[in-house]
């Protein structure tokens, strides 16, 4: 009742919505305490904690209660409009977009529900109020006085509970008319889902740039061992002067490739698990 006044049949904020400091001095705020702050692991990279506010079970039921004792919500369970806008309950109008609002439907009510400007404290307000629909349990429950959840947080503690978790919904659900079954989103499974797609993309560009690096080491290598063999002509004839056969001929110059391409392969497989650590440390 300290929030919102009464005007004609219709509420508006109990004071300057956009400076709520009087609301919190007034003589029937209640004064809170921090039991705790709860915080994501420092390990944690991708935390799944939402910001705000926790209350507890006991606190939670005391607004509920006093929300259902106010004035405003009384006042909404015996009226079929929305009694901050005016906005009548009808069936074509279940849904009303945000900052849609009445334009002089009362004195002090104008577009957006509150009769202020945008970016203000009510504004944000008025919009929620509004945007969430003219279903009258709907407005009851955004005023307080409906305790069911619309929405449940569950935080597994490691990815197989996940799946547990998963399995148990989807075994509820089986059989279960639309209206009764539970609507999940598995944000880790979609983060990975998403992060997996990148990482597949990255793995094909990379395997694309080896093999074109395979294709042209492979025509560098041809090409080098083409030129010594031209630069080494003489080498060749002493050897067939001596009775080397082609065939050994082409077994030294084979053996010699393949020493030099082992090498160099060794060096970069070295170079390269030498040079993933500190990139790796500093990722």
């Not at 009464?6 to 029937?28: G, R, S």
């Not at 990975?192 to 597949?200: A, C, F, H, K, P």
Request: proline fraction near 4%; aromatic fraction near 8%.
């Amino acid at each position: 009742d300290i929030f919102y006044k009464q005007t004609a049949e219709l509420f508006v904020l109990n004071d300057d919505p956009k400076n709520p400091q009087k609301l919190y001095e007034n003589e029937k705020a209640i004064t809170l305490s921090i039991a705790g702050i709860v915080r994501p692991a420092r390990k944690t990279e991708i935390p799944a904690l939402l910001p705000g506010i926790g209350y507890s079970d006991d606190l939670n039921q005391y607004f509920i209660k006093d929300a259902e004792e106010s004035a405003i919500v009384q006042a909404q369970k015996k009226a079929d409009y929305n009694v901050l806008t005016g906005e009548p309950f009808t069936a074509s109008n279940n849904t009303m977009p945000a900052g849609a609002g009445i334009t002089g439907a009362a004195p002090g009510i104008h577009r957006g529900g509150l009769g202020i400007g945008n970016g203000s404290f009510g504004s944000k307000i008025g919009a929620q109020l509004q945007s969430s629909g003219s279903k009258k349990e709907t407005l009851l429950s955004i005023l307080g006085a409906r305790g069911t959840p619309f929405m449940i947080y569950i935080y597994p503690v490691d990815f197989q509970y996940k799946d547990l978790i998963l399995d148990y919904l989807d075994a509820w659900n089986e059989g279960k008319k639309v209206q009764d079954k539970i609507v999940y989103t598995d944000l880790a499974g979609t983060i990975t889902e998403l992060t997996g797609g990148i990482m597949r993309g990255i793995t094909l560009v990379l395997i694309a740039f080896a093999a074109t690096s395979m294709v042209v080491s492979l025509i560098m290598i041809g090409i080098i061992t083409y030129i010594s063999v031209l630069e080494r002509t003489k080498e060749i004839g002493i050897l067939r002067a001596l009775g080397a056969r082609k065939k050994d001929i082409a077994r030294v110059f084979n053996a010699e490739t393949f020493l030099i391409g082992a090498v160099s392969g060794i060096l970069g497989i070295l170079t390269g698990a030498v040079l993933t650590i500190p990139v790796n440390n500093n990722l």
